[in-house]
């Protein structure tokens, strides 16, 4: 292990974004459940089941925004036309869904802003310095907005973010797809790759791509799934990994 924490061989970290750099899954968790609780309630009414923390860690939680809808309206045997990625948020499809939760969020963030874990940020300073090469890997699409919010980007030599897997048809998490495109464009493989998240999902993309180590940070007490869903270790912090002298 280095003083990073890490097996040898590991040249390369890959982050998350969300509940991993930045104190923002919450933000998301809450955005998520205000949207859908709306819309289930309409739709419901005294039948009414609200979204619970487990419908977030199971169905949507690091997943690419139209698959999380798709997952929990599937749970609810909800049914809804797709839309177009550009539907209004008022819109009953399932992009006019997503689109309602992301307006949510940007609200939170420009009312509440953006806080990083500091940990983390000392971390992959930390790993840069020791010569290792970092890349951020979110689903979200407003990721380099909220890395520029807390003057990150220069943290990272790739970003591969939603708007990036958009563009290259790139399938979100669970599939490895996000974090094998950035270690390739990294100049590296899997085997020589590290994987930060929080995610069950990202924990099961991490398995599935075969990466050398990965890492789950447990925010929520949720330890035990982590290792099941394929981490190499489960931390609460990355301060316990190591990292600056």
């Given at each position: 292990m280095t003083e990073l924490g890490l097996p040898e061989d590991i040249k390369a970290c890959l982050f998350d974004l969300d509940g991993?750099?930045?104190r923002t899954a919450v933000v998301h968790a809450a955005a998520w459940k205000e949207m859908f609780d709306a819309f289930l309630r309409e739709r419901e009414g005294e039948r009414f089941r609200p979204f619970t923390d487990h419908d977030y860690d199971e169905y949507v939680d690091g997943l690419p925004r139209a698959d999380g809808v798709r997952a929990f309206l599937a749970s609810r045997g909800i049914d809804l036309p797709e839309g177009d990625a550009d539907d209004p948020p008022?819109?009953?499809?399932?992009?006019?869904?997503?689109?309602?939760?992301?307006?949510l969020v940007l609200e939170k963030i420009r009312t509440d802003g953006v806080e990083p874990y500091d940990d983390t940020l000392a971390y992959i300073r930390a790993a840069r310095a020791r010569g290792l090469r970092t890349a951020i890997v979110s689903s979200s699409a407003n990721c380099r907005d909220v890395l520029r919010a807390i003057d990150a980007e220069d943290l990272f030599d790739v970003r591969v973010d939603g708007?990036?897997?958009?563009?290259?048809?790139?399938p979100g998490k669970p599939h490895p797809d996000t974090f094998l495109a950035a270690a390739h464009d990294l100049g590296l493989d899997a085997p020589r790759s590290a994987v930060f998240e929080d995610?069950?999902?990202?924990?099961?993309?991490?398995?599935?791509?075969?990466?050398g180590y990965v890492v789950g940070l447990d925010r929520v007490g949720q330890a035990d799934a982590l290792y099941e869903h394929g981490a190499d270790i489960v931390v609460k912090g990355l301060a316990e990994l190591g990292g600056p002298a």
């Open positions: 991993v750099v930045t008022g819109a009953e499809t399932v992009h006019g869904l997503g689109n309602r939760k992301n307006a708007v990036v897997a958009a563009e290259r048809h790139l995610a069950l999902a990202g924990m099961d993309a991490g398995r599935a791509g075969g990466f």
